[in-house]
């Protein structure tokens, strides 16, 4: 994969970087009425139905999940726990060989939607190149929105999937130590969250007379993050981030970002200085013992996310992680589904096939070219 262009070194930018994310100078949007929240979501939602369905069209077309299954969330917000779907989407002979008893690699996949719109079907052409290039069990993660549930929800969501997933990955055909966490920018941030959380809770079990979340042993680790031009920083200004994109005219529009960020964080600073909302404030011993050792980031140069996920990749190295980062030239922030009924963009295939090699190295450490070897009767002599 191409390295990202040099960034500054850590030592360089604190000081910028505090006064950047003291609260004091945060453009963070107006707090509004609850109900006018909820109005625009349910707006900006019916767009982007009308969007992902334009988005249906060009070829390959997106295929449907081949099973469901659900899974419950915990109490939240004077809200009860919920009943979400997991979308499914699995090899051909996945049936079949699950009864012979093969364990197949997992990713668990949080759609994007600055945590207010979205589905487990935004990402079906990426779990199809999943299935097809991993022969990958790929579980679509339905999780409530704001702002009808706000910062944590998405989070603790996730996690509740992430544990579902591991407490039956037996009867599921699934590798538990092969579990990997994808993600699309929003979802892309819960990809490292949620690992944190997870952490976060065990750490805090052996203290707690009653526990908030049962927790199984040996706890489940996912095995690699790969994610998708993610929003990780959120203590960072808006006004920053547009001005990092050395493409300013391509960033989203504020009129959608200002209610991503007052939707989710209706607290603001209170909230986004939380590492299960921005992991960069996340200290360097939590970072290298939630994370998996490999991570993989996907940027688009044209985003305003993009620089603080070269300074997050670049953070993550010195801290001993193995870490990929792939900076796309001239792509905007979500290219791979612009609803442009016609064609899709000619590196959606390219870097989606890219990057389901780096996940077959990590998860299967090149076993399956060998298995395939084998199969041509061209294997190695026993």
Known sequence: M???????????????????????????????????????????????????YLHTFPKPSPPRPSFFQSYTTKP??????????????????????????KKFPAIL????????????????????????H????????????????????AVEDGLCA?????????????D???ISLTGFSAGGNLAFTIPLRLAAYASQQPRRKEKTLPLPLPLPRPAAI????????????????RASNPNPSRNLPRLLTDVFDAAYFPLGAASTASPF?????????????????????????WDMLCQEGREFAARLRGLGKRVECRVMPKRVHGFDRNPRPWRLDWMVGVVYEEACGWLREVLLGGRREEEEEEERGVGKVR
Do not use: M, Q
């Open 2 to 52: 191409n390295s990202p262009s040099p960034i500054p070194s850590p030592s360089a930018t604190t000081e910028t970087n505090d006064l950047l994310l003291s609260p004091s100078n945060s453009d963070y949007p107006k707090r509004s009425p609850r109900w006018v929240l909820i109005l625009k979501a349910r707006i900006w939602r019916s767009l982007a139905r009308i969007g992902f």
């Open 109 to 132: 996949n949080f759609h994007g939607g600055g945590f207010i719109l979205g589905s487990y079907s935004d990402d079906a052409r990426w779990a199809a190149a999943a299935v097809n």
């Open 277 to 301: 909302a921005s992991p960069p404030a996340a200290s360097d011993a939590d970072l290298i013992a939630a994370l998996p050792d490999h991570v993989a980031l996907y940027l688009c140069e």
């Open 76 to 101: 939240l917000h004077g809200h009860d726990a919920a009943t979400l779907p997991l979308a499914f989407y699995v090899p051909p002979s996945y049936h079949r060989d699950i009864a012979l008893g």
């Open 162 to 174: 992430l544990l579902h997933l591991h407490a039956h990955a037996s009867t599921l055909g699934i």
């Open 226 to 241: 790969l994610a998708w031009y993610p929003s990780l920083d959120n203590r960072l200004p808006r006004s920053f981030r």
């Open 176 to 178: 538990p130590a092969a």
């Open 134 to 153: 991993l022969s990958a069990v790929v579980v679509s993660v339905t999780y409530r929105l704001a702002p009808e549930h706000p910062f944590p929800t």
